[in-house]
């Protein structure tokens, strides 16, 4: 039996025992010395990621429970009682070469996990509905994407890509990886970034329906918008369109920092 099924079994098996318990994992990796990076998919609820001085990850996952939808459903029905089913979510975890991915199988309704990871540590964390994404204490590459949810990373380091779809964006950088360009962005919601002071960085801002907000020195590029021009089409219409992102660099300029909001403020602060 290979290694994800058995996680699987096992803690599927001790879900039959302890419904109402949250399933936990300790998964360890194939080399602690090496950073790790941790995979995290749901379709349903939402994920805490703490970094710890650990040499494991571990994980604990639980399903919402239903009583108040509950009381709403019929006890019987066509003379038979209603047995109620388990809201355990079927946490799935597979670990190989310091890769850990994470996934629950629960289709009733949403689960949420905490996931405590080593320090220096790679995250890609995908949430879809009713739930929300937070970090703390990791440093590495952070790839964190919600549909209908808030993003908020703090006291992190390394770089960053966060896009919501519907909620906010809050991000803490303590440090940053000069090497590597970062992107934040929401179509319903405000970006609140927080970056060291002394970041080198260029910039580019979009803000369709709102206001953008610094401390820092931003000296912006005085430049004409960039022109796009996509020429005459075969329907005989012809489309031209100036792109109205802001474009400016912070201490000199340096690695890419894109900033984009359809439908909220964005403030770059500056860490006091």
């Given at each position: ?127 879809m509905n009713d739930g929300d ?140």
């Amino acid at each position: 039996m290979n290694k994800k099924l058995l996680m699987t079994f096992l803690l599927c098996a001790g879900s039959i025992w302890a419904q109402d318990e949250p399933e936990r994992a300790t998964v360890p990796l194939t080399d602690p010395a090496r950073p790790a990076r941790i995979r995290v998919q749901l379709m349903a609820g939402g994920v805490k990621v703490r970094g710890a001085d650990v040499k494991q990850v571990v994980v604990e996952a639980r399903g919402r429970h239903e009583s108040e939808s509950r009381e709403h459903r019929p006890e019987r029905a066509d003379g038979l009682k209603r047995l109620n089913l388990p809201s355990n979510p079927g946490l799935d975890v597979m670990e190989e070469n310091n890769e850990v991915t994470i996934k629950t199988t629960m289709s009733r309704g949403p689960s949420d996990l905490i996931v405590t990871v080593p320090r220096r540590s790679s995250l890609q964390l995908k949430c879809m509905n009713d739930g929300d994404i937070e970090v703390e204490q990791v440093e590495g590459e952070i790839d964190a994407n919600d549909l209908n949810g808030r993003i908020t990373l703090k006291n992190v380091g390394g770089s960053v890509v966060a896009h919501s779809l519907n909620g906010s964006v809050t991000v803490v950088l303590d440090r940053v990886d000069a090497s590597k360009p970062m992107s934040f962005s929401t179509m319903n919601g405000d970006i609140d970034v927080t970056l060291p002071e002394n970041l080198k960085a260029n910039v580019r801002v979009k803000a369709d329906h709102g206001e953008v907000y610094s401390d820092f020195d931003v000296k912006m590029d005085a430049s004409r918008p960039t022109r796009q021009d996509s020429g005459r089409q075969s329907d005989g219409t012809y489309h031209l369109r100036f792109d109205q992102t802001l474009r400016g660099t912070i201490n000199g300029g340096g690695p890419e920092l894109q900033f984009t909001s359809f439908n909220g403020q964005i403030f770059i602060r500056k860490k006091k």
